[in-house]
């Protein structure tokens, strides 16, 4: 059974940064593609950064590139998000995601109808900015 469990979230003024982990058990590692996701109470959840096994593909969000850099561990089973100059729209529940496929979870990043086909999800991690 896949288990994703996310740490690192808080609470941190506009201008600051985060970084969140998550880590990774009971699959084949380097089979999965890994991404994050956040989700305002209310909202939908969108697709905020993805990383292909072997780190050779990535993707953002529009509204976090430059600012956010998503990057994996093989070794320690580790995905992590880095969050620099956070801004106050970036409050919200971040989950980490593994899919089976680059193209379901690309899918699932860019279209919200795609992410009720992802499984394997973390428990979540708030992020609150303050302005």
């Known amino acids: 059974q896949v288990q994703l469990v996310e740490s690192g979230g808080g609470s941190v003024q506009a201008g600051g940064s985060l970084r969140l982990s998550c880590a990774t058990s009971?699959?084949?590692?380097?089979?999965?593609?890994m991404g994050w996701f956040r989700q305002v109470a209310g909202k939908e959840r969108e697709g905020v950064a993805a990383i292909k096994s072997g780190g050779d593909s990535t993707y953002y969000a529009d509204s976090v590139k430059g600012r956010f850099t998503i990057s994996q561990d093989n070794a320690k089973k580790m995905v992590y998000l880095q969050m620099n100059s956070l801004k106050p729209e970036d409050t919200a529940m971040y989950y980490c995601?593994?899919?089976?496929?680059?193209?379901?979870?690309?899918?699932?990043?860019?279209?919200?109808?795609?992410?009720?086909?992802?499984?394997?999800w973390g428990q979540g991690t708030q992020v609150t900015v303050s302005s």
């Open positions: 995601a593994a899919a089976r496929s680059w193209w379901l979870l690309l899918q699932s990043s860019t279209s919200s109808g795609w992410v009720k086909n992802i499984d394997n």
């Open positions: 009971g699959y084949t590692y380097s089979s999965n593609y």
